[in-house]
């Protein structure tokens, strides 16, 4: 099993910036892809970027150029810079961390961006 902590999220004016964390503890060696999702109201779960063991990241066409993933292994966290935010990223924030078929969750964190 792997445990999924995310911290970082809150209310910020449009144009600022926000720093997402997520900590994994557990069967962690399983693990070699984590990532960033977001939920809006009423919108499916969506990928906002990935992160691979070997560093290799992939981005979702409304994060490239605004959000960094990065992560540091001495800490098992995985972060996720964002600015220029919109209010469009307006959503709730899940971390994600897969190996093989396996996948796990965040309990997730909110992330509200006003006009």
């Known amino acids: 099993q792997v445990q999924l902590v995310e911290s970082g999220g809150g209310l910020v004016q449009a144009g600022g910036s926000l720093r997402l964390s997520c900590a994994a503890s557990?069967?962690?060696?399983?693990?070699?892809?984590m990532g960033w999702y977001r939920q809006a109201p009423g919108k499916q779960r969506e990928l906002v970027a990935v992160?691979?063991?070997?560093?290799?990241?992939n981005y979702a066409d409304s994060a490239k150029g605004r959000f960094t993933i990065s992560r540091d292994n001495a800490k098992n966290t995985v972060y996720l810079q964002m600015n220029s935010l919109k209010p469009e990223d307006t959503a709730v924030y899940y971390c994600?961390?897969?190996?093989?078929?396996?996948?796990?969750w965040g309990q997730g964190t909110q992330v509200t961006v006003s006009s």
């Open positions: 994600n961390a897969a190996g093989g078929e396996t996948m796990y």
């Open positions: 557990g069967s962690i060696f399983s693990i070699n892809v």
């Open positions: 992160i691979r063991s070997g560093g290799r990241t």
